[in-house]
């Protein structure tokens, strides 16, 4: 269970659960123990722990009683941004999986992805084919756009290709009857 401490204009220090204003020695004392404290600022809400605790490590080595090696206080120095943005990298990546595990929930969209999937496959494929036929020494032209035709010239167009001209009598004729 976290020890909320609350922490008024004045800088002092008020335990929420024993009902006292407290020290920065008491602070130290129960995170020693194993204690977890949070330290919020009475007049914003905002949590100033990490603001309370680095007092704590400066108040005992002006005091001398905890002397931390300079070679620690360099090393927390030199992380102190790096592991605030690799907490916040963290996070939010932890909400990344959250909401794609809430999306993928939803049936709909499972099978949207799964189609979404499955197309990808298949352009892999094609592109491949497109690979292999450059490889064989050709080029490949790009495929032109075909622009959509009425139904009346569709007609016409089967007409025309199903009818072959007639070159003695300048009529049409089936194939199937020309030979």
């Known amino acids: ?14 335990d929420t659960e ?3 204003y407290v020290s920065l020695e008491d602070i130290a004392a129960w995170v020693r123990e194993g204690q977890e404290v949070k330290v919020i600022d009475n007049a914003s809400s905002a949590d100033v722990t990490a603001q309370t605790l680095t007092q704590v490590i400066l108040d005992e080595g002006r005091r001398g009683t905890r ?3 300079s070679e ?8 102190g941004e790096q592991a605030l943005t690799n907490s ?3 996070v939010q990546h932890g909400m990344d999986r959250l909401v794609r595990a809430s999306v ?6 499972r099978r949207v992805r799964e189609e979404m999937n ?3 496959s298949r352009l892999e494929k094609l592109e491949g084919s497109l690979s292999d036929l450059e490889d064989d020494g050709e080029p490949v032209a790009p495929a032109k756009p075909r622009k959509a035709r009425s139904t009346r010239s569709r007609t ?19 194939p199937a009857k020309e030979k």
């Open 67 to 69: 002397f931390l090696p």
């Open 18 to 20: 024993e009902s006292r």
């Open 156 to 174: 016409a167009a089967a007409t025309k290709s199903t009818k072959t001209p007639n070159k003695a009598k300048g009529s049409t004729v089936s």
């Open 1 to 14: 269970m976290v020890r909320v401490i609350k922490r008024y204009e004045s800088r002092k220090l008020y």
């Open 88 to 90: 916040v990298e963290q």
């Open 104 to 109: 993928d929930r939803l049936g709909p969209v």
């Open 72 to 79: 620690l206080l360099h090393d927390l120095v030199r992380v």
């Open 118 to 120: 499955n197309l990808k």
